[in-house]
């Protein structure tokens, strides 16, 4: 039977999307630690307590940015959540939490998991992730699982202007998109509010990278990603083919007439959601849980106190 995508992203590949998820990453991409130090100083104006927290994918999010989280929530517990993790063999594990502590220094309230326990967290960050994600409406969900009412959800990823001037190079030279096409601010909106989040606030900046050569250019999109567009040429590339690559960035992706760097945009989005309490509707008769009204209760009085 045919499995139904509509609403998935349509243009990522979902096997090339796993296959990238589960690679192990040994270093954070320069631009995603600046944009998790550009999101940890959105965390001050929020006032909402966090006793727990979980870091989706936090090497690929940023080993320093996770630093800045974690000095913000002194004494907090934090969840790393790890694609693949659950399956990993036992020997694998011990292998990766005694790297993960050498590499950030050892903290007892660190766990390493697949998945944090239901309503377990007040904040989940996910710093350049979701954009990679095959399925978005499954990764939000995950988030909302996680967190415990009024917790909040801070995550940033790539816009749809990210790789402009190298999308125009690949069309004008009649190849195949040079990545995915990624999503529109005011739909991941939308997703949050459908996945059952309340009050997103989402904004965006435009930030200019430059490069001093083809060579260091194409390094530092390895290191941030993979082409995960289904459209995507299916096999191995020729040297010849990277020579005129590098050949036709020299040209396009310099002023014209001048010995500036090349330049590329990234259009990064950040987004902002709190889980609200669950909303029962209104029958002649209504079955609740005694968690659940407690928890409505609770919340109830906070908004009253709050008044």
Not at 41 to 52: K, N
Request: hydrophobic share 45%; charged share 25%; with cysteine.
């Amino acid at each position: 039977m045919a499995t139904d995508r509509s609403h998935l992203p349509p243009s990522i590949d979902p096997v090339a999307a796993r296959r990238w998820a589960g690679r192990p990453h040994a270093a954070s991409p320069w631009l995603h630690e600046e944009v998790a130090r550009r999101m940890a100083e959105r965390l001050g104006v929020i006032r909402l307590p966090v006793q727990a927290w979980a870091h989706w994918e936090p090497v690929r999010g940023g080993l320093a940015g996770h630093d800045l989280v974690a000095a913000h929530y002194p004494g907090s517990r934090c969840f790393r959540v790890f694609d693949g993790f659950q399956q990993a063999p036992e020997a694998t594990k011990k292998e990766a939490t005694g790297w993960w502590r050498k590499l950030v220094g050892a903290r007892a309230s660190e766990e390493a998991v697949a998945r944090p326990p239901e309503a377990s967290v007040q904040l989940v960050w996910a710093n350049m992730l979701a954009h990679h994600a095959a399925d978005p409406a499954a990764l939000l969900a995950d988030w909302h699982r996680a967190l415990a009412v009024d917790g909040f959800v801070m995550f940033s990823c790539l816009g749809p202007d990210t790789l402009k001037e190298l999308r125009g190079l690949y069309a004008r030279l009649g190849w195949p998109p040079p990545a995915h096409e990624f999503t529109d601010m005011h739909d991941w909106g939308d997703q949050l509010v459908a996945a059952g989040f309340a009050e997103p606030v989402m904004d965006m900046e435009l930030i200019t990278l430059t490069f001093a050569s083809p060579q260091r250019l194409l390094a530092e999109l390895r290191e941030l990603g993979r082409n995960l567009h289904v459209g995507r040429f299916g096999a191995l590339r020729s040297h010849g083919w990277r020579q005129r690559l590098e050949a036709a960035m020299n040209e396009q992706l310099r002023a014209p007439g001048s010995g500036e760097p090349l330049s590329l945009s990234f259009e990064v989005i950040y987004g902002h959601a709190v889980k609200a309490p669950p909303r029962h509707s209104v029958k002649d008769e209504t079955a609740i849980g005694l968690d659940e009204m407690r928890a409505t209760l609770r919340q109830r009085n906070r908004n009253q106190r709050s008044l």
